[in-house]
């Protein structure tokens, strides 16, 4: 029996999609018939037993495959991990709730077929013909201030760099696969600022629909990776995006000390020592839930026993790093290697790297 060969690879991260995905299958069927095409379904162990309905689908028909990853989380890392996971020609990746047509993946596929010369087919929500459906205002807001952002760091002429929906050849995303950062939501920002020689793309517009099952996934911690993988992208070769996070966040601390301190010793009167024990107990467990939230997002500690044991040990090595922080710092100020702030500043630094490098390792680490 002659066997078409694989012609297309459609890669859908999932979270919560347990009422769209057996529709999307269906239309999926449809707007493809005739070509030689599988679905990579990647889910992050969807509370909602997304995986399994995905599973049962795919002992029906051969050409449903899933990824379900465990105790991970992040739609940029899902995308690559299923893109990765392909042996088609041509890889789309496309949202599972119904907000993007599958009809649309055939022009895609048309606008490669059309000129050798193009790495990608972008479906756009802001080319000519596209349109976001009903959004409120101030998530087109949001949007728009978004993609200015992202052009700024382009330099690239395209409409929508934020789209979550396009097709690219599958050799030049293997070119760039290993220099993906995978922080975040914006796949397709980070394939374009990977690409040292530019990627030739072309726009299809795109009528962004309605979810109308489930809820959408784009938060403030979202917002937040995406700023964050735009840092990664310009300044990442040069301070770790993880450790800049986590000395913002160290900083930040330092002000909640100096609060509680002025709470504690200030106001209620505490003795010196009491209050500085307190604020120190405070910044910490700030710090460490902030970083438990923010900079280990996709490591985080769930529970009471594993935040508990994660506490503990984050306190462990801050106060660790709080006494090498204070002997680097007398020793170059009592050796006159440096004046007070210097020292001080020495102090601050050795006592972050410390904390961050063995926090990642027991506190975060696997
Ligand atoms: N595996 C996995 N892991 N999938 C995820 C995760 C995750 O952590 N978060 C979201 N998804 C899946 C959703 O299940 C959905 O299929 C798709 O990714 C898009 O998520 P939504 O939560 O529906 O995002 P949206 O509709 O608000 O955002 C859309 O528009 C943005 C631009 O405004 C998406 O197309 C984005 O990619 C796009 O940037
Ligand atoms: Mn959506």
């Excluded at 949001?142 to 700024?152: F, G, M, P, V, Y």
Aim: proline share 3%.
């Amino acid at each position: 029996m002659l066997v078409k060969s694989l012609e297309l690879a459609v890669v859908i991260p999932t979270f919560n999609e347990a009422g769209n995905v057996a529709e999307l299958v269906r239309r999926l069927d449809v707007a493809l018939a005739g070509r030689a095409w599988e679905a990579v379904f990647v889910d992050d162990a969807s509370p909602d037993g997304t995986a399994r309905i995905l599973r049962d689908l795919a002992r029906q028909d051969r050409r449903i495959r899933v990824i379900e990853r465990i105790g991970r989380r992040g739609l940029s890392s899902a995308c690559i991990e299923g893109m990765l996971a392909t042996g088609a020609p041509l890889i789309a990746v496309m949202d599972a709730d119904l907000q993007h047509d599958p009809a649309v993946l055939i022009r895609l596929e048309a606008a490669l077929a059309a000129d050798p010369d193009l790495d990608l087919a972008i479906a756009s929500r802001f080319a000519e013909g596209g349109g976001t459906g009903d959004w409120e205002r101030e998530r087109l807001a949001k949007s728009e201030t978004a993609n200015r952002i992202a052009q700024l760091v382009l330099k690239a002429e395209l409409s929508d760099p934020l789209s979550g929906f396009f097709m690219i050849r599958a050799g030049r995303f293997r070119e760039l696969a290993p220099r993906l950062s995978g922080i975040g939501f914006k796949i397709l920002l980070d394939l374009l600022t990977a690409a040292r020689r530019p990627l030739v793309f072309a726009e299809v517009p795109l009528q962004f629909h309605r979810r109308e099952v489930g809820e959408s996934k784009l938060d403030h911690v979202v917002a937040l990776e995406f700023l964050l993988a735009l840092y990664d992208r310009v300044f990442g070769r040069y301070v770790p995006t993880r450790f800049a996070m986590f000395a913002v966040i160290g900083a930040i601390g330092v002000v909640v000390h100096m609060a509680l301190l002025g709470l504690t010793y200030g106001l209620a009167g505490f003795g010196f020592l009491p209050a500085q024990a307190t604020a120190t107990l405070g910044a910490m467990t700030f710090n460490f839930f902030l970083n438990n939230a923010l900079t280990y997002r996709d490591r985080r500690l769930h529970g009471t026993r594993a935040l508990l044991r994660g506490w503990l040990s984050f306190c462990a090595v801050c106060s660790v790093g709080a006494l090498a922080n204070v002997g680097v710092a007398a020793f170059l100020f009592e050796e006159r290697y440096a004046y007070a702030t210097v020292s001080a500043l020495a102090g601050i630094m050795v006592a972050a790297v410390w904390n961050y490098a063995l926090s990642s390792r027991f506190t975060w680490g696997r």
